[in-house]
């Protein structure tokens, strides 16, 4: 049978690309942490971060035949990453009540050092109040240019917008985390006294 | 761009360390994923692939050389018999198609989705050269067409921009109305602290809990009517506040 295949390096000859061929199990090995974090990090409760990620790589599965390499494979699995986080968030704001954004309840910045079990899901907590107060194009803007460190070309093309766009969202994605985190460390202060 | 404070740089790598999978988090995705996709006939031999986790092992090795080696680009070697394209639709199960279905135009996930789907409606030709170029054999995606068939290379994020952030000037106001209302309090002048907190610069709402703590203790401290069952109020709607044991303590409660 013949197959659809993404091929590394299009220099590569004929007997290379059998080898080099980007199956869905490398794709999946490749991207699975990077789609996993991002839905995490996107605003995806921990709890599902799982059949979240197990959708997205359906999808994944399900399209890859008709992927033809016109844009880079990130930015293809970005693509149905954001869209299926997209709907799932959607889905929750109609069933959920919005989350109070106290932060008065949350985990102190100190616990963010350790590297239990117990401090990672603290931490995680924490970090989804903090990324929650922005609204989900900052979310994702700062998601990732401080978190993938991607440049702002890249943030352009993998969300589809201008570069400036990316630029202006970033520049007050930066101003409202940077409110938050002042909020947190004049708590800790209180905490302290 | 303005620089981030260092709170703001501990959370960020804090975010960055604390978001990555576990390898017992990868592993039972993996599981689960296999499970799934041996539940279809077409992903039987993925699902094989996936399970073995010898084998994911050394996709991993391939993976990182791939990603090492740089450039990705689509390639289509040809296309087996319309029914390899009839198998993959069987893949798709209610949930995804409810995700995919629902439009959703202002990102670029949309445009991949309206890319793919109808060259999956569209038959497949059964015998095509066995190397034909993408633009010959697919019409081009709809909006990805000028982007770049490489896998990004990785550079450091930009930390310019053309205009600086405004000040925060509100916030800082803010915190410093607070400040000197605890610093009254402290100094036992709780008629100074309500004098402060009366300030325009503290009404506005960043710190709506700490404004308030600190009003209930400055009215118990000059016995205010009323200012116990406001005490009592807060603790009941935020026990968990750092000030509560401060308005516990202030009020007599």
Redesign the interface.
């Known amino acids: ?10 220099e590569a000859t ?1 007997s290379e ?1 059998s080898g ?1 061929e ?5 794709i ?3 991207y ?2 990077f789609v ?2 991002n839905v ?2 996107l605003g995806i409760p921990e709890a599902s971060v ?1 059949d979240v ?3 997205v ?3 994944v ?3 890859l ?12 699995v ?7 986080v ?2 799932q968030r959607r889905a929750r704001r109609t069933q959920e009540a919005p989350a109070c954004d ?1 932060l ?2 949350l985990p102190a ?1 100190s616990e ?2 350790a590297d239990g079990e117990l ?2 899901q603290q ?2 907590l ?2 989804d109040r ?2 929650s107060m922005l609204d989900d194009k900052k979310r994702e803007v700062i998601v990732l ?3 993938e ?4 070309p ?1 943030i352009a ?4 917008t201008n570069l400036n766009t990316v ?1 202006a969202r ?2 007050a994605a ?2 409202e ?3 938050v ?7 800790e202060r ?2 302290a006294r | 761009m303005k620089e981030l404070s260092s709170t703001s740089r501990t959370l960020l790598d804090a975010a960055r360390r604390h978001t990555e999978p576990t390898p017992e988090e990868w592993a039972r995705h993996r599981k689960r994923l296999a499970v799934q996709l041996g539940a279809t006939a077409v992903g039987a031999a993925t699902a094989a692939e996936l399970s073995s986790s010898a084998n994911v092992q050394a996709l991993g090795a391939k993976a990182v050389a791939t990603a090492k080696s740089g450039v990705v680009s689509g390639i289509i070697h040809g296309f087996g018999a319309p029914i390899v394209g009839c198998a993959l639709l069987a893949l798709s199960y209610v949930g995804v198609r409810a995700v995919w279905n629902s439009g959703e135009p202002h990102h670029a996930a949309s445009s991949v989705h309206a890319s793919a789907s109808p060259q999956v409606a569209r038959p497949l030709p059964s015998a095509l050269p066995e190397e034909v170029p993408a633009s010959e054999a697919l019409p081009p995606p709809a909006s990805s067409a000028s982007a770049p068939a490489s896998l990004p290379v990785r550079q450091p994020s930009p930390r310019q921009s053309s205009t600086p952030p405004k000040p925060n000037t509100d916030l800082d106001a803010e915190l410093a109305v607070l400040q000197a209302a605890g610093q009254a309090l402290r100094a036992g002048d709780p008629r100074a602290a309500l004098r402060i907190l009366n300030t325009r610069a503290a009404a506005r709402g960043n710190f709506s809990t700490e404004r308030r703590a600190l009003r209930i203790v400055a009215r118990c401290a000059l016995r205010e009517p009323g200012a116990t069952d406001d005490a009592r109020a807060f603790l009941k709607s935020a026990g968990s506040s750092p000030l509560a044991a401060r308005v516990a303590r202030g009020c007599g409660l």
Do not use: C, N
């Open positions: 049978m013949k197959t659809l295949a993404v091929v590394v390096a299009p004929s690309r080099a980007l199956s869905f199990a490398e999946y090995q490749q699975f942490p996993w974090r995490l990090r799982d990620t197990q959708e790589f359906i999808i599965h399900r399209q035949p008709m992927f033809e390499g016109r844009s880079a494979l990130r930015t293809w970005y693509g149905i990453l954001w869209r299926v997209s709907e106290d008065d309840a910045l963010l050092s401090e990672r931490a995680r924490l970090i903090v990324l240019a401080e978190l460190q991607l440049t702002v890249e093309e993998m969300i589809g630029y970033l520049r930066r101003e985390f940077e409110q985190a002042r909020r947190l460390q004049f708590r209180w905490r």
